[in-house]
């Protein structure tokens, strides 16, 4: 399932190391997640579901739901999709609710909660997280940007098509050469620290509580926080949506373009954005057959760049259609296509059935601002947006004056946008605590200005639509 050969991408896998599942041996890469490893190695159940006991396996690979949880070295509920592999490791499969570990009454071992101080803590490392911290760093704060994943880049890591847009923006680079270039200058800037494999659990009055993945929690008291925690993957309801083999795209994406390892033979994508789109590509670009793209309007909604590289490889893009049901014994075999009447319901006898082994779910996201709402930012559920969305001024400041926020946490678009907000976000919160100058409000005012000229298309009257619902 490793891919050897790709026509851009280049895999570094490190050491060998191994670790084990059920007490037999797994080979893996140092670099390499729990789930990756073992989704090369063939399993597709990771564990079953508390209730029902229904197969559940790999879906969105950045650490937002709970279909990989397992237990690791006794510890229940790790989500393997972002904890790396360690040699001797041991891994178990899950089944209904976990038990917590029995100490069998020896002492526990707590360790006293760990304690920092920063002028700003940036959540999450995307694009939007990146742009921050370098804005807030440049105007002389001291920064701190943790992130729950194994890296630092967010959307970016996995992105090999190239941008659109203006030179300043990325244009003319690839994802992947844009997050080089950010992540390089945050962990060479002096005034940043950073924190990898690291949730934010909690944000309170001047205190933010982090917890290193199965080690240890901390405490960073701070006098600004910027939320750039990204968004999740949207689900579609049809029967047996849950089963293994049913995954998100930007889910398959990190397994091939990340860690190179191929998500399955035969694949059909539903959903035909700029998202199903590229991902549709890439996949064939990984010698993965995709037999079609499903898609219920009854057009293509993304660029057309993208939408003639798939025409190009003679894959159907079936428009007015959706996925009904997919079949399998624990795991994907054949997805069932359907028609849509203008109700948008499928219509009875137009059923196709296809052999596949994967099917993508490229329909969309949803902003995570479950630390927003915790904080008690004041959150609009706006649809053009996404879903829950905090409410904000010009700046990205929430209606709390020490929380800002920035990229898809505040509303879904895309990676030139979030990094143009990151650095509003970032430039603000400084000026905010007496960090910067006329330097940064150059910043805020250039990226403003190239926020609206972006947003000046007709591929944005939605958003701007929601945006303006949203402004403080």
């Known amino acids: ?69 397992m237990r690791v070295d006794g510890v229940p509920n790790v989500r393997t999709c972002v904890t790396m592999v360690k040699e001797e490791m041991e891994v178990e499969k899950q089944s209904g609710y976990p038990s917590i570990p029995n100490e069998n009454g020896t002492e526990s071992d707590v360790k006293q909660i760990e304690e920092e101080k920063t002028d700003i803590l940036v959540i999450g490392g995307g694009p939007a997280g990146l742009k921050a911290t370098l804005a807030a760093a440049e105007a002389g704060a001291d920064v701190i940007i943790a992130d729950e994943n194994p890296f630092l880049g967010g959307q970016l890591i996995k992105q090999t098509h190239k941008f659109f847009g203006s030179v300043k923006g990325g244009a003319g680079k690839r994802g992947i050469e844009i997050k080089e270039e950010l992540v390089d200058k945050v962990k060479n800037h002096e005034k940043v620290g950073v924190k990898v494999g690291t949730s934010a659990v909690g944000i309170y009055e001047d205190t933010v509580g982090l917890y290193k993945n199965l ?40 397994l091939m373009n990340v860690y190179g390892i191929k998500p399955g033979d035969d694949l059909v994508m539903v959903g035909a954005g700029n998202v199903g789109l590229i991902v549709a590509y890439q996949l064939l670009q990984a010698k993965v057959n995709v037999k079609a793209i499903v898609e219920a309007l009854d057009k293509i909604g993304g660029y057309y760049v993208h939408a003639a590289k798939i025409q190009r490889f003679g894959v159907p893009v079936l428009t007015g259609h ?12 054949k997805a069932v296509i359907a028609e849509l009447d203008e109700e948008f319901n499928p219509i009875e006898g137009t059923e196709e059935k296809m052999d596949v082994d994967v099917v993508a779910l490229a329909i969309g996201l949803s ?106």
């Not at 159940?45 to 990989?68: L, N, Q, T, V, W």
């Not at 006098?223 to 049913?246: H, Q, Y």
């Not at 930012?377 to 969305?389: A, I, M, Q, S």
């Open 1 to 69: 399932m490793r891919i050897e050969d790709h026509p851009i991408l280049s895999f570094d896998r490190g050491n060998k190391i191994t670790f084990y599942y059920e007490d037999e041996p797994v080979e893996a890469y140092e670099g390499e997640t729990i789930a990756a490893a073992l989704f090369n190695k063939g399993l597709r159940e990771f564990r079953k579901s508390c209730e029902k006991k229904r197969s559940r396996g790999f879906f969105c690979a950045i650490g937002k739901c709970s279909s990989c949880l």
């Open 215 to 254: 080690e240890r929690f901390q405490k960073v008291q701070c006098d600004r926080v910027i939320v750039a925690t990204g968004a999740s993957e949207k689900m579609l309801n049809f029967k047996n949506n849950d089963m293994p083999g049913v995954y998100g795209a930007g889910g398959v994406q990190t």
């Open 322 to 333: 959706t996925i009904k049901e997919v079949l399998g014994d624990n795991q994907v075999h």
């Open 367 to 472: 902003p995570d601002y479950k630390l927003l709402h915790q904080a008690g930012c004041e959150l609009k559920y706006v649809p053009r947006l996404g879903g829950y969305v905090p409410l904000r001024d010009e700046n990205m400041k929430t209606s709390r004056d020490d929380i800002y926020v920035a990229g898809d946490a505040s509303g879904v678009e895309e990676a030139t946008t979030a990094m143009l907000e990151g650095s509003i976000a970032g430039a603000s919160a400084a000026l905010s605590i007496n960090r910067g100058g006329e330097e940064e409000k150059k910043i805020i005012k250039d990226a403003k200005d190239d926020l609206e000229q972006l947003r000046n298309s007709p591929y944005y009257e939605e958003i701007m639509k929601g945006l303006n619902e949203v402004m403080r």
